[in-house]
Every structure is written in C-alpha cells, then in structure tokens.
C-alpha cells in the first residue's frame, strides 16, 4: 500500500517533531550504523546510484534517465538497478515496458525501461549480475542509497531546491533517512532540483565536506498542447506540489487539483471521482507519467480513464550543458579505480 508522508515533516519543526525526537534519535543511530557497516558486494561494470536524504519526490527518476542518455553518449551500454516499489516479485526481473504492470514491476521501473534495460530486485547484487548478462556495462541505481548492499562507484544525492530537508528531522519526526552528516560522508555530490531557497541549508553542508554541487531543473515537454487550457490536474507522486508548478510554468491553467499518496493504486472510486468533477467544471484531466503507467495497467475501466487524460512528461535538465557528462566519467574513474586496488 502506498502511504503518504505527514504534511509537518515539510513544516518548521514543532511538537510532534519534537515529541517523536527519541524515535527518530533510535531510527538515526541504526540507520547511520547501516551506512556506515556491513560489506557491499563488488561490481563488474560502473555503479552510478541516484539517491536523495529523504523520503520521496526529489525527481531521482528524470535525472536518472537523463545520465543514462549521457552514459549512451559516452559509449556504454546502461541499464537501470530499482527496488521497484509497490511491485510484487522477490527475484530479479527484467522489465518489460509492454506488458508487465506496476502493481509487478512498480511504477518508476515502467518509465525507466523505455530508457534502457531495466531489472528490479530486493537483492540489488544478483539484479546488478542480471544486468551484465543482459549486456549492460554501466547500472544506474534508482535510490538504495542507505539500504543497497552492492558497491556503488558514485553517489548523487538529489535535494529539491524549494522544500529541501523539510523539518530536518529523521523518521519518524521527519522526512530525513539518516542524519546528514551520516549521509554526507557517503554522498559524492549533490544536485539541487529547481529553483528556490530551501536546500541552501544541504548546499552549505556540502560545499564544506569538499562535495560537488550540480544544479538541474524539471523541463516539461509538449508546453503547446496544454497552454491556455484548464485543467482538473492530479498526482499520486512523492511531491504531487511540483508537478501542479511545473503545468502553471507551462502557461496551463490549474483550476482544482487532487493529490494522492505517493505510488497511490488507484482504484475505480478514485477514477469516478476524479471524472465527477472534471465533468461538473468543463476540465480537462491531467496527470503525471508515473499516474498514467499506473492508470494504463489497471483494469479495463482505469485503462478507459486513462485514455481520457493528458500527461506533461518532464526531463531533468542540467543548468550546465557538461554536468551530465562530468558525473558519467567520474563513476566510470572511480569504478577503474577501485577495480585496481
């Protein structure tokens, strides 16, 4: 089941932050501890892992499609490493972007595999030795960053630049995985995603630790088709707030929006709604890619819902033309490097 983050973890601390303060002090110490022990398995090919400090909607998925290309770019052969979350398989699996459904593989994983091949897998070693037979020679890992147990060669840590590390408390009080410092001394560097003040705190963090600090943005495409029209616009995603920014940027007009927990299933209720109101109010429907892929694996109902509604698909594009490049040939050195020792 999909579960929705309280909204005073994205709040300046208050009392229930403070009251859970003992939990998230006993979560940080093993959390922490997980990163800092236990042996992670050798690759034979680059392991470049996409990974933010908190839970959810950084935009990890966009970014980690978009060094993928650049991966490509350069030569190699990349495939995608998920969890697949809300997905049901417990070995490796390669995706199959036609006919496997988000309630097996997940939702991210169906986008990723139009990208490149992509395995999902708890067991994130076998899913990266699935990988290399499958011809891959460069993995970007979807997240795992505090739990994956598999050597990752880079470590970039996406941190949204408007609601950064909300209240800077670990879970259960907060939305942090680990205390940062912990997670700092791991990261490589950091990518700030959009515009805004609230990741200065981090910035800051890491520009004293000695980690890069990349900059990148959420760049929709088919601005034309949604321009000038008016939308009942919702979203079942980790920040269902900056998908409703990204379609007011593209000069669409927002009219109601309906947010749903992150990898929400959608059921036919929802749908009924959802077509209700829309109807009563002369909207068209929008949501996100990852909302569709759900929609469009449901059953025969959602899949006819889902043909009724439009998607702005997003890129992550890189403030700095040789961003995406730089952080490719950083894993692939570090990869050689290591492979050396």
Not at 122 to 127: E, K
Not at 152 to 179: F, K, S, T
Not at 244 to 265: I, K, N, Q, Y
Not at 294 to 309: E, I, N, P
Request: some cysteine; aromatic content about 6%.
């Amino acid at each position: 089941m999909a579960s929705e983050a309280p909204p005073f973890w994205w709040e300046p601390a208050d009392w229930r932050a403070w009251c859970l303060a003992p939990f998230s002090t006993l979560y940080g110490v093993a959390a922490a501890y997980r990163l800092a022990s236990g042996r992670r398995a050798p690759v034979a090919a680059p392991v470049l892992c996409i990974g933010n400090f908190t839970v959810g909607g950084e935009g990890k998925t966009p970014v980690a499609i978009a060094l993928a290309k650049q991966a490509r770019k350069a030569g190699r052969k990349p495939g995608f490493l998920s969890r697949g979350h809300g997905g049901s398989l417990s070995k490796p699996h390669l995706v199959d972007a036609e006919h496997d459904s988000a309630r097996l593989v997940g939702d991210e994983p169906l986008l990723l595999a139009r990208c490149a091949p992509t395995v999902v897998t708890q067991d994130r070693a076998a899913g990266a030795r699935h990988l290399i037979g499958a011809g891959c020679d460069f993995i970007v890992m979807d997240d795992g960053f505090q739990s994956a147990r598999i050597r990752m060669d880079y470590a970039l840590m996406v941190v949204d630049a408007r609601r950064g590390l909300g209240n800077g408390h670990v879970i259960p009080g907060g939305p942090l995985r680990a205390p940062l410092i912990d997670q700092l001394r791991h990261a490589d560097a950091l990518l700030t995603m959009g515009e805004g003040e609230g990741a200065d705190h981090v910035v800051r963090q890491a520009s004293r630790a000695g980690k890069p600090v990349f900059e990148a943005r959420l760049k929709p495409r088919g601005v034309r088709a949604v321009k000038g029209r008016r939308f009942l616009a919702f979203a079942g995603i980790g920040n269902p707030g900056k998908f409703f920014d990204s379609l007011r940027g593209a000069g669409a007009a927002v009219v109601e929006t309906r947010s749903f927990p992150d990898h929400h299933p959608f059921d036919e209720e929802d749908v009924r709604e959802l077509r209700r109101s829309a109807e009563a109010a002369e909207l068209a429907l929008i949501t996100t890619e990852k909302d569709l892929v759900r929609l469009g694996h449901g059953s025969a109902a959602l899949q006819d819902f889902a043909a009724d509604c439009q998607v702005l698909p997003v890129d992550a594009a890189f403030a700095a033309p040789d961003m995406a490049g730089i952080i490719v040939d950083a894993t692939i050195a570090a990869w050689r490097e290591r492979s050396l020792r």
